[in-house]
């Protein structure tokens, strides 16, 4: 199975500073088809996960630009241009090239 | 407006069986694969189960397989998950997710496996 491993596990930031998130995956997520299904999710406190940005560095509708990604095959990395306060939550990776599909560990965001 | 609604969570024994529905509606149900996602209290995010749109394929993490069986009806816009002999770790909130990107989530059912 692929494993997805996630760094850091914490992240303390103070409004307006940048942060990056890695996903680290332990065999390329490159599908057969040419695409790459590596996603990133928010969840807040209390609620269920939502979508930030899909295939890598697709903005998903409705989410703001500060949340841009990066990354192929093995190595990928979420950042965060400016964090603002309704971004704390965790954050998860999520690959669906390869049956099962796996979440990374999560990385939570925290607020100075 | 994309809804997912869960239901069918609660308190059972060990060894027990649950059946999960998901109700889908504000998109066409049947054109999208759909997913079961599962997390234990203060844990991460599980993923355990694929269904393909027209049911050809399924899919299942390896901690459920031969107990757990994903279905659906596209007929009713329905996501449906049996849960067989269950056990204290099977114990989540279980979520339904749509399609490739995971793009919509419902709000979850709890189900708690516990003597």
């Known amino acids: 199975d692929v494993v997805l491993t996630q760094t850091p596990p914490t992240l303390s930031a103070t409004i307006g500073q940048s942060v990056s998130i890695s996903c680290r995956s332990s065999q390329s997520l490159l599908h057969s088809n040419g695409n790459t299904y590596l996603h990133w999710l928010l969840q807040r406190p209390g609620q269920s996960p939502q979508l930030l940005i899909y295939?890598?560095?697709r903005l998903e509708s409705g989410v703001p630009n500060r949340f841009s990604g990066s990354g192929s095959g093995t190595d990928f990395t979420l950042k965060i241009s400016g964090v603002e306060a309704e971004d704390l939550g965790v954050y998860y990776c999520?690959?669906?090239?390869?049956?099962?599909?796996?979440f990374g560990s999560g990385t939570k965001l925290e607020i100075k | 407006e994309v809804q997912l609604v869960e239901s069918g969570g609660g308190l059972v024994k060990p060894g027990s069986s649950l059946k999960l529905s998901c109700v889908a509606s504000g998109f066409t149900f049947s054109s999208y694969g759909m997913h079961w996602i599962r997390q234990a209290p203060k844990k991460g995010l599980e993923w355990i189960a694929l269904?393909?749109?027209?049911?050809?394929?399924?899919y299942y993490a390896d901690s459920v397989k031969g107990r757990f069986t994903i279905s659906r009806d596209n007929s009713k816009n329905t996501l449906y998950l049996e849960m067989n002999s269950l056990r204290s770790e099977d114990t989540a909130m279980y979520y339904c997710?749509?399609?490739?990107?995971?793009?919509?989530w419902g709000q979850g059912t709890l189900v708690t496996v516990s003597s």
């Open positions: 999520v690959q669906g090239t390869h049956a099962p599909f796996t």
């Open positions: 295939s890598v560095s």
């Open positions: 269904i393909y749109y027209d049911s050809s394929n399924k």
């Open positions: 997710a749509k399609g490739s990107r995971f793009a919509y």
